[in-house]
C-alpha cells in the first residue's frame, strides 16, 4: 500500500510515517519508481508506536521495543543485540510513573470534590 494509504488506515499523517521509517520503526520497501510500498504488518506498527507515544516513551525507547516485537524490523537495520529483556525495566519504569500521576491526579480530584461540595452547601445556606 502507499503511504497516503496507510495514513488513512491509522490516521498518522504522513510526515508522521516518513519520521518512523527514518528513525527505523517502520520497515518499507521501494517501488521502481522510489515510492515507499507499506505492507498489511505496517498498519499495526504504526497504531503500535502511536500507542507508545500516547504513553511518553521516547523514540529511542519505542526502537528498542519494536526491535524486541519485530525482529525483521531490526535486521533491516545497522542496530543488532538490542536485548529484550532490558524492555522490562522500560516498562516497569513508565508503569511506576503512570501509577504516580494517578495518584497525584485522584489527589487533585478529591481536593477538587471537597470543595464542590463545600460550594455546594454555601449556595444551599444562601437560599434557606
Do not use: W
Request: aromatic share 8%; glycine share 4%.
Amino acid at each position: 500500500m502507499k503511504i497516503s494509504q496507510l495514513a488513512d488506515y491509522t490516521g498518522a499523517s504522513i510526515r508522521s510515517i516518513r519520521h518512523y521509517e527514518s528513525k527505523g520503526l517502520l520497515p518499507v520497501s521501494r517501488l521502481a519508481n522510489n515510492y515507499r510500498e507499506f505492507d498489511e504488518s505496517s498498519v499495526e506498527s504504526v497504531r503500535t508506536i502511536q500507542l507508545y507515544l500516547g504513553l511518553g516513551l521516547t523514540i529511542d525507547q519505542i526502537r528498542d521495543i519494536m526491535y524486541c516485537k519485530y525482529p525483521e524490523i531490526q535486521e533491516a537495520t545497522e542496530n543488532k543485540g538490542i536485548y529484550c529483556e532490558e524492555l522490562m525495566q522500560v516498562y516497569e519504569k513508565k508503569r511506576m510513573q503512570i501509577i504516580e500521576q494517578r495518584k497525584t491526579l485522584n489527589e487533585a480530584q478529591q481536593k477538587l470534590e471537597v470543595q464542590i461540595d463545600l460550594l455546594r452547601r454555601n449556595r444551599e445556606n444562601l437560599k434557606d
